[in-house]
């Protein structure tokens, strides 16, 4: 009797042990996870701002990036965006993109600059930094198109309501 006892438990917990793993939840992926996004003809790997705080940290002290990495910063409403370069270390570009995913303008912001870069638009929904240089190296410019889907997938796999951003 107690044999059988102690088999059946020991069968639950080899069944127990041998259920499917569960990945940890999206929402978990933090600001540091880079997603493929498709700008103009070139494949980037961006990292994706899209809360108050990761938006204000921004890409401060980070020292180097390679040639595909860069961030996005997500908006939930156009308007004329504006960016300064405190405790950035690295001279960055900066994309104003509308809604719908086109570059509407293109600048270079100095690294530690305190004073502030803006859009002459006001219909900027998120913007994209990269190293400085980058856009023109690799030949995006405004009027190219950065991946609306890539973007919202992106979103999506960091726990977000992409539809808030990219409606």
Wanted: hydrophobic share 45%.
């Amino acid at each position: 009797m107690i044999r059988s006892f102690f088999l059946s438990v020991a069968l639950a917990l080899v069944a127990c042990d041998n259920q499917p793993k569960v990945s940890a939840p999206a929402a978990e992926l933090g600001v540091e996870a880079r997603f493929p996004v498709r700008m103009g003809m070139v494949l980037s790997q961006l990292r994706i701002a899209a809360t108050d705080l990761e938006k204000a940290r921004g890409l401060m002290g980070v020292t180097k990036l390679n040639d595909e990495e860069g961030m996005a910063f997500m908006y939930d409403a156009e308007t004329q965006m504006r960016f300064w370069m405190k405790d950035t270390p690295l001279d960055l570009d900066i994309a104003f993109v509308a809604r719908d995913g086109t570059v509407l303008e293109v600048k270079t912001m100095t690294a530690g600059d305190t004073e502030t870069t803006a859009s002459t638009s006001d219909q900027v929904r998120f913007t994209v930094e990269m190293r400085a240089g980058w856009f023109g190296h690799f030949g995006v410019k405004p009027g190219d198109k950065i991946s609306v889907e890539d973007m919202r997938l992106a979103l999506k796999a960091r726990g977000f309501d992409a539809a808030r951003y990219l409606p």
